[in-house]
């Protein structure tokens, strides 16, 4: 029965500043909103579809889908409401796309509407979004917690150049979610209540809730495991003996969920030493000096014990990986797990057949180049002791490694004039975690392609962090743009991800995964790493 | 026994040649006020003083406390750089110099402070006290200077093997002796003494008193002694000077000023004198003067002395009283006299 | 004479980490009513210890009263606790002390602080008290003192400080004011000034009066007894006339000797050589005896204690200085 | 009167004869001698430096070195202090942190004091510079420190890296950092002191003798504001110590697998209640550290004070 | 004493200027981005559109020029508006300072922020100065005694861990093990009765403490110096002599007097409450204004930054010309100047 079950506690770490998913696209924010605003069809915990704010999800079969790919209509359900008991019609979600598609408007979900033509209303309950290119997975827009609606009549005045002025509509926007916000206190707290027009009667049990944030996730942890303080608590990112050691306390439950999420080592294919100068780590600086070595690669990969990464800093909530792509089923590939194999013989046997003498000091060289890597991450405990284990790892095969990490800021900011950008990459070697949204791995893949390789020339703006450049990997691409049959597309992408993992241009090393935590007496959690977390938030009870 | 020196015929006559010539000498330090920090005024600690040191001779100069005797001895040595007047150092107007030249006339003219405490520093022993001056003028060197400074330990009745200690392990006459062997490092011909046993002891006062005249008998020094225990003045000075709120009211010959002081200034101080004798104390009839010294950043026109004066008269409120000879080497400030 | 304060065989220690210090060692005297005493001795020879012991206005520790006992109106002030020695100080015996620029809490108005001991020790109300502070303050020759109850001692000349100061003494009309070296750091005219004001003073309000000096002009102008201080020891007392007309102590023939005055300009000042004792023992000996002319084994061995030589006058020395000998002892 | 005594003013019975050559050394060592504090204080101190320098060759165990198989360990003969959450040796990483953490602290700090020192005398002592230096003060007091880190790490950090290599690269770096943003209370403290010490007598003293101006200012200013230094000093090395570990978190420090006192407590608090000794030890040793420097500081500003050193 | 305030706000406005521009230029030095925290799901592209909406495409100087604008004209205005109730020209049209992540005008996210900050760390450090100075009385006046012994222990140990621990230690003790007190700070709780504001109390207590001993460690060593130091003057025996109760010496006379350097340490101290809590609000998520600032520099928020820190400097400057005033009010001898 809604409200019947009281207060509902929950514990971002790192606080929502804005409840506008198009003016944020961080994770907090995007879930956040979630809680009050709704796409019309969102992913469940397995990465599969299911219809919100309409009635079936439109495919080619069920004619929703055009048979040239160039179109999509959307039936809504009939007497939705939003939160302020106006009916839900299909003018919001033309205006949501004409909202997020301003130029002026730097909307930061415009990638999910990439490719849209237009989006027409054919009548108040019939919506079409319409391709200039045929979309063989035409579930960009309006899908994902990334792309919700938002409502007309509240943003009319917001478009464009205006947007960032809306305040009052960004901090409160009017919903057909489960909630609607009473109170925002930007990076602190948002208080919700029960929306009244809510779909189902019966939802949501709480009456009220909170979305705290601050602080660290370590002390996250404990708020819910160990002082019960709070009911769920988000991206619990801490070393798993501490998780551990909390959850023995039984006052909550450590979830977790996979989702494309991998934990990879970027080898720099290029030169990226400091007296290169400004062509420094550009296809224009030459190969790197040993980088560009495949017995090098390869002996840097299965010398890693991915296992033991897992043990000491992901638990329960990392795999070993091979893949750049280990998800969903569909696109995981099991053909490059040789690296799985940790194996610091063959490592070595690599070495020395390629000539990488061990010099004094036990450090391998070849023609006055010392196997010595300059390997850089982001500031993250996590990271840090990965860092340490894999170059203690590489120790034992006569490589030395020096390492910096960097302010998260700055690692994944565009400052161009910043030395230390992950797209710079002034190292040999760099580490971070990349995932794609929902379970199209098309774009992502796409990263990896010649004409994306950051380069002054480009503002160093780019995804191909390592510089892979292969003809044989841009025509896969090409080929999968074209290609609109599932399981062709899932063999596309793993001779994908079989080329990047094999040739070495990185190094994969853990599947990750999202690790949350509930009181135990909250019901209903569905951990989902496909779409929000609080994706469900409706169905959550109180047990009593 | 250092201090024995032998004895030599007491009060030389004075040679008339001036050491030190002072012409109208101010030193007005200025009082800024206001949102711009501008000058509104000055405090004329000194304002317009003339008068002469002989060579050899020991000049009194009293007054009350603020009147400007500090900043007139120190404008002397040019510590303070005067705002008017002339200097003449041996017929050298040094009220000019600065920077190297001025430390080069330095080793000339010394100066003995008022509180042998305050002076010295206090983290510095008094070996390297007294051999500052020797290095700052590359004077001595190495061993030279070491026994130098034994040889001043020695002259000022301090035991040489002193050298290494440091002033609070000294009483306060021993310590006044100290900045004294320092006014001495280097053979100066004039020294402004500052109240130097206005700190001390009375035991010791007359110790310091013995050893300033026996040295000045030895080395013929010229002493400025600025005081305000009027009985010592009389006792060590040839000539005595009186100031008043930065002026000069009175200067003569110790015994005659003493005798028959022309000043009604003069005359109030000298009876204020208490002297150590129940009888004369229990008769004498005494001048108490009323109120205050006034303000030097805003004295009284006419004469400075008529708020006080038990003598003035109307003239003495609009008029100031020019510094004149009355008596041959008498000089008074004064429309009464 | 009705004698108002009597102190007998007084000892103040110092506990310090260098040893004990013996400040004051046995030393004993009265008042009488009306009469000023005047203390003389050198720096350090216990003349504030010695009346600061009276009231227990030491640091104890360091200092710490070894003994003696000090009578006033019937009382032993020595064996009064912290709150009945409050009861004498400041209203039945008043105390100035020598430096008037830092004597007087600077934040405070001159009113307030005379004020307060009055509403303590009195129980004046605000408005009494304030009448009563304003009075005092014209006694003591503040001119419109009631416009300047209100100001702050820094705005007050020195010596009008040091009438204030006197004026907090005289609050509570005591028995005995004792004074510690009220007028050392004033100017010889406004000490003129102060003197006569306390001559004034004697004479209307008729009190008790301990004056340390170490100025014997001072004490001859002003005293009716005077005591000489020596190493925490009263070495001569005698009436004022009688004591610069025929001093007995070689000290005090010494100190008066060194005066500038009984000398002509050419003559060389006579001074005391030598350094005051440490104090670090009770003296068993003569303190005097090492800087001492005419020391002799006895003043080695044994410390004098004091004697009547004639009237009231009394000395604490083996040496007579009529015979130029040993002094004829029982 | 012929009986006035007259002895030769010297020989005070106080100063017995010494014709021993003092040296101001052995002054202060005396008296610091007498300092309970100050000599508890050196000794602990002293140990510890003894430990963080030998402790390295004694101990054998490199710190780096990692064995996740036996991590989170208890106290044991092996392991003194127990490891790490990747196996690493506590002990082994006190030791070595703490020859970071004190060179950090201790050069830092000397930096830091050396900048305030400076700029609190030139002002305190030439009027003209006062209100300029001063507002230089509050301005360095008004910066925002993370973004300045941020701008001269970014500026600096490579050139001295090819200059020194890595690690003393960053070793300069962080003392320059810390000791640019810590100099102001110094300076304003000592200002306020050579302002009272200027007005001394025997400053004048030593001008009327004809003393440059630079020796005024070292050889009779400084001296005599010792003190205040002093106490800014102790204070220095602990804020330098602690302003490290917050560098080195935010990732503008030493490598992460470098370790340092700060940086291992700061690791260790997550771990607080799996394995206490991750944090007692370092926070232990840090303030040990300095508390017996507070002590040492003590005991050395009296015996540098010879009118202490007297009593 | 209004001469010099005038004269010293007066230097304060050019010092601020250059202060803001110092700063300014100093964050648009810096290496991070505003997009930096966006998740790597955000194509580059999209990254560079959001960089040239924020209006990082403007020459430095124009930046700084609309932010002086809006600084000091435009958000006072706005300020003015909101008191009073009126409008001033175009307000709706008027630019203000936004912040990046959240949008929302900067002024506003301030303001949001206050009550917690004043709360926590205002009290923490009311609390500490409640504590300091008892404790550095006690200490002082039983110099050397155990209680003085400990007092040195406590504080240095108190000064030397940081608070990243001491909180979470206060948090596994208080919190998990005890569970007296939340560790997690509730900035909507409004205190409308009794169990509310109990409430309020015991999510205070944990943050405060942690902060309040760090600030008292520090603050109690001043107070005591400066008792020492007033401790040894005449006045106190003065005061004694006069017969007032011990308690009255101590407090009255020697406490007044001891607080007046202790005053403006306390307030200069006063700009570190709204800055300088920055790890205890993260650690009790008490989400202050310190928090705000390390959220705005970790996310790049360039315009929150930049004014957060500027409003700390103008604290800052105001502070110090506060304790300079409070430093006159308390010592007359500086008032009447
Ligand atoms: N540096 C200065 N700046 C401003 N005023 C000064 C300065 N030095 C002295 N004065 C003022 O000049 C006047 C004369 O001072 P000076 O020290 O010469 O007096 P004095 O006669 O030596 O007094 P005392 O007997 O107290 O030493 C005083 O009013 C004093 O306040
Ligand atoms: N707090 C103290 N601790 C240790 N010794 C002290 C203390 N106060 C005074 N003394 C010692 O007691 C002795 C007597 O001192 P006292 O102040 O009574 O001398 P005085 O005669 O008043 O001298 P002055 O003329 O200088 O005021 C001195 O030797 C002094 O060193
Ligand atoms: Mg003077
Ligand atoms: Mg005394």
């Given at each position: 029965e809604r409200g019947s079950d009281g207060h509902l506690n929950i514990l971002y770490w790192q606080a929502v500043s804005i409840l506008n998913p198009f003016l944020s696209g961080g994770t907090k924010d995007v879930e956040g909103a979630s809680m009050v605003i709704e796409p019309l069809a969102k992913y469940d915990e397995a990465g599969n579809m299911v219809p919100a704010l309409v009635d079936e999800i439109p495919t080619v079969e069920n004619g929703g889908v055009s048979e040239d790919l160039k179109s999509i209509t959307w039936k809504i359900t009939e007497g939705l409401l939003w939160s302020d008991g106006t009916p839900f019609t299909a003018n919001d979600v033309a205006f949501t796309a004409e909202y997020c598609m301003h130029p002026d408007g730097g909307c930061q979900q415009i990638a999910k509407f990439t490719d849209v033509e237009s989006v027409e209303v054919v009548d108040d309950l019939t919506v079409k979004v319409n391709f200039s290119v045929p979309k063989p997975f035409p579930y960009g827009p309006f899908v994902g917690a990334e792309s919700p609606i938002i409502q007309k009549a509240q943003f009319e005045n917001c478009t464009g150049p205006r947007a960032p002025e809306c305040t009052e509509q960004n901090f409160g926007p009017h919903g057909t979610g489960a909630f609607r916000v009473t109170e925002f206190r930007a990076n602190d707290v948002v208080s919700f209540e029960a929306n009244p027009h809510f779909r189902d009667a019966a939802k949501p049990a709480f009456a009220t809730a909170t979305l705290k944030g601050g602080g660290d996730a370590a002390s996250a942890a404990r708020s819910i495991l160990e002082t019960g303080e709070f009911d769920y608590a988000w991206n619990l990112q801490v070393e798993p003996e501490i998780l551990n050691q909390m959850a023995a306390a039984g006052r909550g439950v450590v979830v977790s969920s996979f989702g494309t999420s991998v934990e990879r080592l970027e080898l720099n294919w290029t030169d990226p030493s400091p007296d290169k100068g400004a062509i420094r780590s550009t296809i224009e600086a030459g190969p790197h000096p040993f980088l560009s070595d495949p017995a090098v690669r390869k002996a840097l990969s299965i010398s890693i014990d991915r296992e033991l990464l897992v043990e000491a800093g992901y638990g329960a909530s990392g795999q070993a990986t091979c893949n750049i792509l280990p998800a969903p089923e569909l696109y995981a590939s099991t053909a490059v797990n040789w690296c799985l194999e940790y194996d610091v013989e063959e490592a070595n046997r690599l070495l020395d057949e390629a000539g990488w003498e061990r010099g004094g000091d036990g450090i391998r060289a070849k023609d006055g180049v010392r196997l010595s890597i300059l390997y850089q991450t982001s500031t993250n405990s996590v990271r840090q002791a990965t860092q340490a284990l894999v170059k203690d790892m590489w120790q034992q095969i006569g490589i030395e490694t020096e390492l910096r990490n960097i302010d998260a800021a700055v690692f994944f900011g565009g400052d161009p004039a910043s030395p230390d950008t992950f797209q710079k990459f002034y190292a040999d070697v760099e580490m971070y975690t990349n995932n794609f949204p929902g379970t199209d791995p098309e774009r992502y893949m796409a990263g990896w392609l010649c004409s994306d390789i950051p380069s002054p020339a480009n503002g160093w703006l780019g995804a191909n962090m390592p510089r892979f450049c292969s003809e044989e990997y841009d025509a896969l691409v090409g080929q999968m743009a074209e290609t609109a049959e599932l399981e062709a597309r899932g063999e596309l992408a793993k001779k994908m991800n079989d080329i990047l993992s094999n040739e070495g241009a990185l190094i994969p090393l853990i599947h990750r995964g999202d690790v949350s935590a509930h009181s135990v007496t909250l019901e209903g959690v569905r951990m989902n790493s496909w779409d929000s977390e609080l994706w469900n938030v409706a169905d959550w009870t109180r047990a009593q | 026994m250092s201090v024995e020196l032998a004895e030599h015929p007491i009060n030389q006559p004075a040679s008339p040649a001036p050491l030190v010539r002072v012409e109208d000498l101010l030193m007005h330090f200025p009082v800024y006020k206001g949102i711009l920090r501008r000058q509104i005024g000055a405090v004329k600690a000194v304002d317009g003083l003339t008068f002469d040191i002989r060579k050899g001779e020991t000049l009194g100069l009293v007054g009350e406390s603020g009147c400007g005797k500090s900043t007139t001895g120190r404008a002397l040595l040019r510590l303070y750089r005067a705002t008017g007047g002339r200097i003449l150092f041996e017929g050298k107007d040094i009220a000019a110099l600065d920077g190297e030249p001025l430390r080069r006339m330095r080793p000339r003219m010394q100066m003995i402070f008022q509180d042998p405490q305050a002076s010295l520093n206090p983290r510095m022993t008094v070996g390297s006290i007294i051999a500052e001056p020797l290095i700052e003028h590359g004077v001595y060197k190495g061993e030279a200077r070491k026994a130098k400074v034994r040889e001043l330990l020695d002259a000022v009745g301090l035991n040489p093997d002193y050298v290494n200690r440091y002033p609070h392990e000294f009483s306060g006459g021993q310590r006044q002796r100290i900045g004294i062997a320092r006014a001495l490092a280097l053979d100066p011909d004039f020294i402004v003494c500052d109240e130097p046993i206005a700190a001390l002891d009375v035991s010791i006062q007359a110790q310091v008193v013995n050893l300033l005249k026996d040295l000045q008998k030895k080395l013929g020094l010229t002493y400025l002694f600025i005081s305000h225990d009027l009985s010592m003045v009389k006792h060590i000075a040839d000539r005595v000077a009186v100031m008043y709120l930065g002026k000069m009211v009175e200067l003569a010959d110790v015994a005659t000023l003493f005798a028959v002081p022309k000043h009604p200034y003069t005359k109030a101080l000298l009876s204020a004198v208490p002297v150590p004798d129940p009888q004369v104390e229990a008769t004498r009839k005494r001048i108490i003067l009323k109120g205050d010294i006034p303000d030097p950043a805003n004295p009284p026109v006419g004469c400075k002395f008529c708020t006080r004066c038990p003598e003035a008269i109307e003239r003495c409120f609009v008029e100031e009283p020019v510094w004149r000879e009355v008596d041959p080497g008498r000089h008074v400030a004064c429309h009464r006299v | 004479m009705v004698q108002v304060l009597e102190v007998s065989d007084l000892k103040t220690v110092f506990q310090t980490h260098d040893g004990v210090i013996h400040a004051v060692n046995g030393i004993s005297f009265s008042l009488d009513e009306g009469e000023l005493l005047a203390v003389v001795g050198e720096s350090g020879s216990g003349k504030s210890v010695a009346m600061m012991s009276l009231m227990q206005l030491l640091p104890m520790p360091p200092a710490r009263i070894a003994s003696g006992r000090v009578m006033f109106q019937n009382q032993d002030l020595v064996k009064l606790s912290s709150s009945g020695i409050r009861h004498v100080r400041g209203a039945r015996i008043g105390f100035v002390f020598q430096d008037p620029m830092t004597s007087l809490n600077p934040v405070f108005t001159v009113g307030y602080q005379i004020m307060e001991p009055l509403r303590e020790h009195m129980g004046l109300n605000r408005k009494q008290a304030r009448q009563r502070a304003i009075e005092l303050l014209e006694i003591v020759g503040i001119p419109a003192a009631s416009k300047r109850i209100d100001d702050y001692p820094h705005q007050f000349s020195g010596g009008m400080r040091q009438r204030v100061v006197i004026a907090i003494a005289l609050a509570c009309d005591p028995k005995v004011l004792i004074a510690d070296e009220p007028t050392t750091a004033l100017d010889v005219t406004v000490q003129a000034q102060i003197l006569e004001l306390v001559r004034d003073l004697r004479q209307k309000l008729g009190m008790a009066i301990i004056w340390i000096t170490h100025d014997l002009g001072v004490a001859a102008g002003i005293a009716d007894r005077v005591i000489v201080m020596y190493g925490g020891l009263v070495v001569e007392h005698a009436p004022v006339q009688e004591l610069f007309a025929n001093p007995q102590h070689p000290y005090t023939r010494a100190l008066l000797d060194s005066l500038p005055g009984r000398h002509t300009a050419d003559e060389r000042l006579r001074s005391i050589g030598g350094q005051p004792p440490l104090l670090l023992a009770e003296p068993s000996s003569c303190p005097f005896a090492p800087r001492c002319t005419h020391a002799f084994d006895r003043c080695r061995q044994q410390n004098p204690r004091l004697m009547n030589v004639e009237g009231r006058h009394e000395v604490a020395c083996w040496w007579d200085p009529e015979t130029r000998g040993p002094r004829d002892v029982g | 009167m012929s009986d006035a005594v007259i002895k030769p003013p010297h020989g005070s019975p106080s100063a017995p004869l010494v014709t021993k050559q003092r040296t101001l050394a052995a002054d202060v060592w005396r008296q610091f001698r007498q300092h309970r504090g100050g000599v508890v204080g050196a000794i602990v101190f002293l140990t510890i430096v003894f430990l963080v320098i030998f402790g390295p060759y004694l101990h054998g165990i490199n710190p780096a070195a990692l064995d996740v198989r036996s991590r989170n360990l208890g106290i044991s003969f092996a392991h003194p202090m127990g490891t790490d959450n990747l196996g690493r040796d506590m002990f082994a990483q006190v030791l070595a942190g703490g020859r970071t953490s004190l060179s950090v602290g201790i050069t830092a700090m000397m930096l830091s004091l050396l900048l305030g020192t400076t700029i609190g005398v030139v002002a305190g002592y030439f009027k003209r510079l006062d209100g300029p230096l001063m507002r230089l003060t509050d301005l360095f007091l008004a910066l925002p420190l993370l973004p300045l880190l941020l701008v001269i790490i970014m500026l600096f950090r490579d050139v001295l890296r090819a200059r020194f290599g890595p690690e003393t690269g960053i070793f300069l770096l962080i003392v320059f950092v810390i000791g640019i943003t810590s100099w102001m209370q110094t300076a304003r403290i000592v200002r306020g002191a050579v302002l009272s010490v200027k007005e001394q007598e025997f400053v004048l003293a030593a001008k009327s003798i004809g003393t440059r101006e630079r020796r005024i200012v070292t050889r009779h200013i400084l001296p005599n504001v010792l003190s205040p230094i002093m106490v800014s000093a102790t204070l220095g090395i602990a804020t330098a110590i602690i302003t490290e570990s917050a560098l080195s978190f935010l990732g503008l420090g030493f490598p992460s697998d470098f370790p340092t006192w700060g940086r291992l407590l700061y690791d260790g608090v997550n771990f607080m209640t799996i394995n206490p000794s991750r944090v007692i030890w370092p926070g232990l040793a840090i303030s040990l550290t300095v508390l017996s420097i507070n002590y040492v500081g003590d005991g050395l500003r009296d015996a540098l004070d010879p009118r202490i050193r007297g009593r | 004493m209004l001469n010099y305030t005038l004269r010293r706000l007066m230097f304060a406005v050019p010092t601020l200027l250059v202060i803001s521009f110092i700063i300014f230029a100093l964050l648009d030095l810096a290496p991070n981005d505003p997009t930096g925290n966006l998740p790597l799901t955000i194509p580059p592209e999209v990254r560079e559109q959001i960089r040239q909406t924020l209006g990082l495409g403007e020459p430095f100087h124009i930046r700084y020029l609309y932010w002086l604008n809006q600084f000091f004209i435009n958000e006072p205005l706005n300020i003015i508006e909101r008191i009073f109730g009126i409008e001033i020209g175009n307000s709706s049209e008027r630019l203000r300072i936004r912040s990046w992540a959240t949008r929302s005008p900067v002024v506003d996210l301030i303001i949001e922020r206050m009550p917690q900050t004043l709360w926590v760390v205002g009290m923490s450090y009311v609390v500490g100065i409640l504590i300091a100075i008892p404790v550095g009385i006690i200490s002082a006046y039983k110099q050397y005694s155990w209680f003085d012994q400990i007092g040195t222990f406590v504080s240095m140990v108190g000064f030397s861990v940081p608070t990243f621990f001491t909180g979470v230690v206060l948090i596994v003790i208080?919190?998990?093990?005890?569970?007296?007190?939340?560790?997690i700070y509730d900035t909507t709780l409004k205190v409308t009765d009794w169990s509310s504001f109990w409430a309020q109390v015991r999510q205070m207590v944990l943050p405060v403490t942690v902060l309040a001993l760090y600030n008292a460690a520090q603050l109690s060593r001043f107070v005591r110096a400066s008792m020492l130091d007033n401790l040894n003057q005449d006045y106190v025996r003065t005061a004694r002599a006069k017969g007032m109760k011990e308690r009255v010496v101590l407090l009255i006379h020697v406490l007044r007097n001891s607080l007046i350097p202790v005053v403006t340490v306390i307030a200069l101290g006063i700009p570190t409450i709204f800055s300088g809590a920055i790890i205890t609000e993260q650690i009790f998520r008490v989400n202050g204004l310190g928090q705000l600032l390390i959220i705005a520099i970790q996310g790049a928020d360039i315009p929150l930054v930049q004014t957060l820190t500027f409003i700390f400097a103008v604290l800052i400057v105001l502070f110090n010309l506060i304790a300079d005033l409070v430093y006159g009010i308390l010592d007359p001898r500086i008032r009447y100047e």
């Open positions: - | - | - | - | 208080f919190s998990v093990q005890l569970q007296w007190f939340p560790s």
